[in-house]
């Protein structure tokens, strides 16, 4: 009986591409809330300026 992991295996056409789910990025981690908050924080700053003065 074989012993069975939680990874994925791929067929042997597949051997030798890169698996983008197994690599580790370095870049900040935001969650989706954030991004959303910081863009609307970004366009009231811009309605501001364009229409200040």
């Given at each position: 009986?074989s012993?069975?992991?939680?990874?994925?295996d791929m067929?042997?056409t597949?051997a030798?591409?890169?698996r983008?789910?197994?690599?580790e990025s370095?870049?900040?981690k935001?969650?989706?809330?954030?991004?959303?908050v910081?863009t609307?924080?970004?366009?009231?700053?811009?309605f501001?300026?364009r229409?200040?003065?």
């Amino acid at each position: 009986m074989s012993k069975k992991d939680n990874k994925i295996d791929m067929p042997q056409t597949g051997a030798g591409l890169v698996r983008y789910f197994d690599e580790e990025s370095v870049g900040p981690k935001l969650s989706p809330e954030a991004v959303v908050v910081a863009t609307v924080i970004l366009a009231i700053f811009c309605f501001v300026l364009r229409y200040s003065a």
